[in-house]
């Protein structure tokens, strides 16, 4: 049997409602400064008042007009997430790859919904504006994959591609799919992470019809997302992406790449209990695999990076769960989630806060949880309320990532 390979994290970008570039977005998680706000959003049935994290985006900045003719705002923001990864990975021209091979790079990408601001803009088209005929990109432009498609091309990517819609989960799974593709040897390096661009009419009415989504705070709407907090009220839509770049450990080293992280545990499970309702010990047992794939103890985690949604059932359970695994090192673990900043990404958020993790990792100092001011007493670990926390001797961090159909992922990276 071949050896199990390290695996070197040595590259991240992000575009998020709190920044664009790894520096502006963590430089607002620690400040607890919030990109939630109010946008109004025109319906059939007249305009309203959405809380979403929705990002300033300008395509027309980053890319040749006809090239976004066959790109949805998901792929535009992956793309643009990448290409920081990618630069900071060295990897930005061809001819500094340090012998890696096109054919043993590839791309491993998490979205939940995929082009789905394209088909709502052909629902409407076909149903309100009634046109005969629908753009001729509509079925590229929403499929899932296009972004791994896009990806590839960009980059001249032609190792293992695929795509993971896993809800919630779905960027930390493709993230662990692609570590296992470099550690048993079918890949030396992989572009991974996940985009989410939802913020449209149909699926912001869909979770409308859930009644899971945050009301205003009278803080003011960037207040709105309060996770872990006795008052919260629900979880806030967000859009956005982050993308790493792994790289087999030896194969890094030899071509003088900085490495910023070890990828070093990865673990999924299903609770098969309920496809909305989550249930602790599936998501404990994650963290609990996680840790033995990593070869850690739980008292080895010195930060935990929660799903943290702000709903009223979920924040609890994982609560629950997180105590399950780390047993008698659950009180003195520091956990915070960091969606009460940027809003919940759904498919990209398993990327966005394990990006978040690694940079805690590096640079010593833990992201609080915002506008935790009261606590729900049945949330009693301690969630790093409201300010950021030197760690300097910081060793390894976990990140989790929980979705609707009870599917967990969590990730686990150490200091180089």
Same mark, same amino acid.
């Given at each position: 049997?071949?050896? /199990?390979?390290?695996?070197? $994290?040595?590259?991240?970008?992000?575009?998020?409602?709190?920044?664009?570039?790894?520096?502006?977005?963590?430089?607002? &998680?620690?400040?607890?400064? @919030?990109?939630?706000?109010? $946008? +109004?959003?025109?319906?059939?049935?007249?305009?309203?008042?959405?809380?979403?994290?929705?990002? +300033?985006?300008?395509?027309?900045?980053?890319?040749?007009?006809?090239?976004?003719?066959?790109?949805?705002?998901?792929?535009? =923001?992956?793309?643009?997430?990448?290409?920081?990864?990618?630069?900071?990975?060295?990897?930005?021209?061809?001819? !500094?790859?340090?012998? &890696?091979?096109?054919?043993?790079?590839? *791309?491993?990408?998490? !979205?939940?919904?995929?082009?789905?601001?394209?088909? +709502?803009?052909? %629902?409407?088209?076909?149903?309100?504006?009634?046109?005969?005929?629908? #753009?001729?990109?509509?079925?590229?432009?929403?499929?899932?994959?296009?972004?791994?498609?896009?990806?590839?091309?960009?980059?001249? =990517?032609?190792?293992?591609?695929?795509?993971?819609?896993?809800?919630?989960?779905?960027?930390? !799974?493709? $993230?662990?799919?692609?570590?296992?593709? $470099?550690?048993?040897?079918?890949?030396?390096?992989?572009?991974?992470?996940?985009?989410?661009?939802? /913020?449209?009419?149909?699926?912001?009415?869909?979770?409308?019809?859930?009644?899971?989504?945050? #009301?205003?705070?009278?803080?003011?709407?960037?207040?709105?997302?309060?996770?872990?907090?006795?008052?919260?009220?629900?979880?806030?839509?967000?859009?956005?992406?982050?993308? /790493?770049?792994?790289?087999?450990?030896?194969?890094?080293?030899?071509?003088?790449?900085?490495?910023?992280?070890? =990828?070093?545990? %990865?673990?999924?499970?299903?609770?098969?209990?309920?496809?909305?309702?989550?249930?602790?010990?599936?998501?404990?047992?994650?963290?609990?695999?996680? /840790?033995?794939?990593?070869? =850690?103890?739980?008292?080895?985690?010195? %930060?935990?990076?929660?799903?943290?949604?702000?709903?009223?059932?979920?924040?609890?359970?994982?609560?629950?769960?997180?105590?399950?695994?780390?047993?008698?090192?659950?009180?003195?673990?520091?956990?915070?989630?960091?969606?009460? *900043?940027?809003?919940?990404?759904?498919?990209?958020?398993?990327?966005?806060?394990?990006?978040?993790?690694?940079?805690?990792?590096?640079?010593?100092?833990?992201?609080?949880?915002?506008?935790?001011?009261?606590?729900?007493?049945?949330?009693?670990?301690? %969630?790093?309320?409201?300010?950021?926390?030197?760690?300097?001797?910081? #060793?390894?961090?976990?990140?989790? @990532?929980?979705?609707?159909?009870?599917?967990?992922?969590?990730?686990?990276?150490? !200091?180089?």
């Amino acid at each position: 049997m071949t050896a /199990l390979r390290r695996v070197a $994290i040595t590259g991240l970008g992000i575009v998020s409602p709190v920044g664009t570039g790894c520096a502006a977005f963590f430089e607002s &998680l620690l400040a607890a400064r @919030s990109g939630i706000r109010a $946008i +109004d959003v025109a319906f059939p049935t007249g305009t309203e008042s959405v809380l979403a994290g929705d990002i +300033d985006f300008h395509p027309d900045a980053h890319f040749a007009k006809a090239k976004l003719l066959t790109m949805d705002r998901v792929s535009q =923001l992956a793309l643009v997430a990448a290409r920081e990864a990618m630069q900071q990975a060295g990897l930005g021209d061809p001819s !500094t790859w340090g012998g &890696l091979q096109p054919e043993r790079f590839g *791309v491993s990408m998490g !979205t939940g919904s995929g082009g789905a601001g394209s088909l +709502d803009s052909a %629902y409407t088209a076909l149903l309100e504006q009634k046109v005969a005929r629908l #753009r001729p990109m509509t079925v590229v432009l929403a499929m899932n994959n296009a972004t791994a498609a896009h990806l590839s091309m960009e980059f001249g =990517l032609k190792g293992p591609n695929s795509t993971v819609s896993n809800a919630c989960a779905s960027s930390a !799974t493709a $993230i662990g799919d692609a570590f296992r593709q $470099i550690r048993h040897g079918y890949a030396d390096a992989m572009l991974v992470g996940g985009a989410e661009a939802l /913020l449209n009419r149909g699926t912001i009415k869909a979770w409308q019809a859930m009644h899971t989504l945050a #009301r205003p705070h009278a803080d003011g709407p960037q207040a709105s997302c309060r996770p872990f907090s006795k008052d919260r009220t629900g979880l806030v839509l967000s859009e956005g992406s982050a993308m /790493l770049v792994l790289e087999d450990w030896e194969t890094a080293k030899r071509r003088g790449a900085t490495i910023l992280a070890e =990828l070093a545990g %990865y673990a999924s499970t299903t609770d098969a209990h309920h496809l909305t309702q989550p249930e602790a010990q599936g998501q404990a047992s994650a963290m609990v695999l996680g /840790l033995q794939d990593a070869g =850690l103890n739980a008292a080895d985690i010195g %930060y935990l990076n929660a799903h943290g949604t702000a709903t009223e059932v979920g924040d609890v359970v994982e609560t629950n769960a997180i105590r399950l695994a780390f047993q008698g090192a659950a009180d003195a673990l520091p956990v915070s989630s960091t969606k009460g *900043v940027h809003g919940h990404s759904m498919g990209a958020a398993g990327a966005m806060e394990f990006l978040a993790s690694v940079m805690a990792l590096r640079v010593g100092q833990l992201p609080p949880t915002a506008f935790l001011e009261t606590p729900d007493p049945r949330c009693d670990l301690d %969630y790093i309320p409201l300010q950021a926390r030197d760690s300097k001797g910081l #060793r390894a961090v976990m990140s989790n @990532s929980f979705a609707f159909g009870g599917s967990n992922s969590v990730l686990i990276a150490k !200091t180089a």
